[in-house]
């Protein structure tokens, strides 16, 4: 169920993203927004915002991109974080290895703004306990917000994200022992730089949910700072 629903969310993302405008940069420097269609002899018909449709040839257009939304698949690199484990009478905190985590997330623009919300949806995959065998993994799905410096003549710009929702947890049975574990909150902060092609931003996550057993509850926060690197479809 949950692979259907990230499948899902990406399959939509990418025909939203597909829905809206783009911007032609020439070799001669030149930026055009617009519109753009493949034409059957494979040169580009692109439809100006302000004037009548347009024929360009592939080999004088050095870049298009989507100037009001995209979508990107993304794979993290986590560096060691901290689990910590607590209840109403005490604390425990434990570090946890370096990990990867793959996503994708669709982030549309307000124009004429530098305001972007979008959601996106991620798999952390399994990462153990520095000197226990226990592994934890989360699947957040979240919405975004995105504040951006005005892009240059290429579309490139730095950026502000930070991101919202609810993740599921899971843990094998070494951490188990018996219990079950349940989701909650997801939360993220960074900073990025964007370029025509691709992106990258330094992210700080918090994971959080709970481990219950015989009556008991722990709740559990795992934070952790990745590196991510993105590429834009």
Not at 57 to 78: A, E, M, T, Y
Not at 81 to 90: K, P, R, V, W, Y
Not at 138 to 159: C, D, G, H, Q, S
């Amino acid at each position: 169920m949950n692979s259907k629903l990230f499948l899902g969310l990406m399959i939509l993302s990418l025909a939203a993203a597909s829905a809206y405008g783009a911007t032609m940069f020439l070799d001669t420097g030149e930026r055009i927004t617009g519109e753009t269609a493949q034409g059957i002899d494979g040169s580009i018909i692109f439809k100006p915002n302000s004037a009548p449709p347009a024929t360009q040839p592939q080999s004088d257009i050095r870049n298009i991109s989507r100037n009001d939304s995209d979508f990107s698949l993304k794979l993290g690199v986590d560096l060691p974080g901290q689990d910590t484990e607590s209840d109403d009478l005490s604390s425990t905190s434990y570090d946890i290895t370096s990990g990867l985590t793959i996503a994708g997330e669709y982030t549309k623009y307000m124009n004429p703004t530098n305001v972007g919300v979008g959601y996106g949806v991620a798999y952390e995959i399994p990462r153990k306990f520095q000197d226990f065998k226990p592994q934890i993994s989360f699947l957040p799905v979240y919405a975004l917000i995105k504040l951006r410096t005005t892009p240059n003549a290429n579309n490139e710009f730095f950026y502000f994200t930070g991101q919202l929702g609810y993740n599921e947890f899971f843990a094998n049975n070494e951490y188990l022992i018996g219990g079950m574990v349940g989701g909650g909150l997801y939360l993220g902060a960074g900073i990025g730089a964007e370029f025509p092609l691709m992106n990258y931003t330094l992210l700080y996550t918090s994971n959080s949910g709970t481990w219950t057993s015989s009556g008991s509850t722990l709740n559990v926060v795992y934070t952790k700072l990745s590196f991510v690197i993105g590429v834009k479809i």
